[in-house]
């Protein structure tokens, strides 16, 4: 194939495609951090369980296929291509602070996705388990670096605000498909209605937590700047 031709037109990538990528990102990480945090807060040794362990392995893969598809996006946009044609621009993902988050988000989720599928029978060390808390945490902070919270008027601001709004939403929303999909069917009654406390008291600082950081980050929307500093109109 030859190079684009200065000036031709090259049909962006479809907003329903790019959508479908960034809610499968959202899910796969729901899942799989819930289920990291319900293991070391909720339930323990629940992720070794055969279902919630396969539900691992597809948060992982999610995490993984997702960023690595919004990467080739992101080359096709900057410089004017198919997506086709994108993977010839891969030596220039660290031009941008979003090809290098989206380049970090994508080893993250290869690493979860091998180490996962590698993994044997035995009860996880707590430590593992803290590792990849750690990991799904590191997903997280690249995550308002390819969004709207980098480009409101106070990045200082509205970075961590992205950042606390997306742990909260894995804190609540996978805290409770863990609940609901794993602890509760594999539990005895005592445990499950001590995790369901456990998870109570988390979900109702994660909802606050999302409430506020959705109301910094709306009143954020409207304010945002070019590269020459000049506001942006929403």
Do not use: C
Not at 112 to 137: E, H, I, N, W
């Amino acid at each position: 194939d030859s190079e684009p031709q200065l000036g031709g037109f090259v049909e962006p990538i479809a907003e329903p495609v790019r959508w479908v990528f960034q809610l499968l990102s959202y899910i796969g990480m729901i899942i799989f951090g819930g289920l990291v945090v319900s293991e070391l807060v909720l339930a323990r040794g629940i992720i070794r369980r055969p279902r919630a362990s396969l539900a691992l392995q597809a948060g992982a893969l999610a995490m993984f296929v997702a960023p690595a598809a919004l990467t080739l996006i992101h080359l096709a946009d900057v410089h004017a291509v198919s997506f086709k044609n994108s993977f010839r621009y891969i030596g220039s993902l660290f031009d941008t602070t979003a090809g290098s988050m989206l380049v970090v988000r994508t080893a993250i989720g290869f690493i979860l996705l091998m180490v996962t599928l590698t993994l044997d029978s035995r009860p996880l060390d707590q430590r593992a388990v803290k590792g990849f808390g750690g990991l799904v945490l590191a997903h997280i902070v690249t995550m308002p670096f390819t969004g709207h919270s980098r480009s409101m008027r106070w990045p200082v601001l509205g970075v961590p605000a992205g950042i606390v709004h997306v742990v909260a939403i894995t804190l609540w929303a996978g805290g409770l498909v863990a609940i609901v999909a794993f602890i509760m069917p594999a539990a005895h009654s005592g445990h499950a209605v001590t995790a369901y406390r456990r998870f109570s008291s988390m979900a109702s600082w994660s909802v606050i937590a999302i409430v506020v950081t959705g109301i910094l980050m709306l009143m954020g929307l409207g304010i945002a700047h070019d590269r020459d500093g000049r506001e942006i109109d929403p």
